[in-house]
């Protein structure tokens, strides 16, 4: 049967406002569709909610201006908190990736719970989807990634949860924000994972690392929307840039360097569940390459990663 957003919508709204009541509610605004999402819907149900972003340090180029940006037009009152230091301080040495996902995980409901507390909100609203906790196994599914709102929760937490997108599909998430009135830069957005830049550093996890990673990110992401947008390519359905752990040989001018390598992924998805590596024109990755390696003067070596889900997934880690 197709996916009704209005019939989706309602069913949401009665739910929430049914579970929360009249306490009132905290969500994690990531600036992704997902959360994005059941923001809007805690804001049509009429519940008391509180809107938190928190800088982890692993974000994307500029991620807290424009998620601040965007809250202010769909009219979600967002408060910011700068947690950078105390998430890389309990990354650093961890190179494992369920490590790093069930560490963001429980310092994210840490914060939280602090941030609750000072509010008064007893319930924690999460951008939770599918794949999320299909993904993240138990109850007979094997676990192929921990996500971090699913695997990496603590086992004793001081609020109640309300997952009101948990059955979707992204898809049906970006169908049921437009028909919430989002914006389309919000309902189209790619997806990001909740661990951020941290599972796209792989291995152990630095300041200098996650810098590199994140211009990197930023164009590839830039790159990629340029050319989509002049009709070159196809836009895909996640694309973003990683970076590997060790070291390759090149050369600058005449002498030998030793940089990193940066892999560049882009893939073609309906649910995330399953997909296809995306066909960049080889012109589209030269500019990406090109630009990546004299902008960021710690490469020297750029690959584009051309393995479908599965074998893989779609981030590295």
């Known amino acids: 049967m197709p996916f009704n957003p209005d019939k989706f919508i309602l069913s949401s709204e009665k739910g ?21 999402v059941a923001a809007a819907l805690c804001a049509k149900s009429g519940i008391n909610l509180q809107a938190v972003f928190v800088d982890t340090g692993c974000m ?23 947690a950078e230091e105390q998430f ?15 560490i963001i995980g429980e310092l994210f409901i840490r914060v939280f719970e602090k941030e609750a507390k000072e509010s008064g909100a007893t319930f924690l609203v999460q951008g939770t989807i599918a794949p ?20 990496g929760l603590p086992a004793k937490m001081g609020l109640t949860l309300c997952e009101p997108l948990r059955e979707l ?10 028909s919430l009135g989002l914006p389309r830069y919000v309902y ?9 830049l941290a ?53 600058k001018g005449d002498e030998r360097s030793y940089k990193f390598t940066i892999v560049l992924r882009a893939v073609k998805s309906l649910d995330g569940m399953t997909a296809n590596f995306s066909h960049i024109p080889p012109e589209v990755l030269q500019v990406i390459s090109t630009r990546i390696t004299n902008e960021i003067r710690e490469v020297g070596r750029v690959v584009y990663d051309i393995t479908n889900k599965p074998p893989a997934t779609i981030e590295l880690e």
């Open 60 to 82: 994307r180029k500029d991620e807290a201006k424009k998620v601040k940006a965007a809250a202010d037009e769909v009219g979600v009152h967002l408060k910011i908190v700068n």
């Open 88 to 102: 890389l301080s309990a990354l650093a040495g961890v190179d494992e990736p369920e490590r790093k996902r069930k």
């Open 16 to 36: 929430i406002k049914s579970a929360v009541g009249k306490e009132k509610a905290i969500i994690a605004l990531s600036g992704g569709v997902d959360s994005f």
């Open 188 to 196: 189209e957005r790619q997806p990001f994972p909740g661990p951020g």
């Open 169 to 178: 599909y992204k898809h049906e998430v970006r169908i049921a924000g437009k």
């Open 199 to 251: 599972v796209r550093v792989v291995g152990e996890i630095t300041k200098e690392k996650l810098a590199i990673v994140r211009e990197a990110c930023d164009i590839a992401e830039n790159e990629i929307d340029r050319a989509s947008a002049e009709g070159k390519m196809e836009k895909p359905w996640q694309y973003f840039a990683a970076l590997l752990p060790s070291k390759t040989v090149g050369v």
């Open 132 to 151: 999320d906790w299909i993904e993240s196994g138990g109850h007979g599914r094997d676990t192929i990634k921990s996500h971090h709102n699913v695997g």
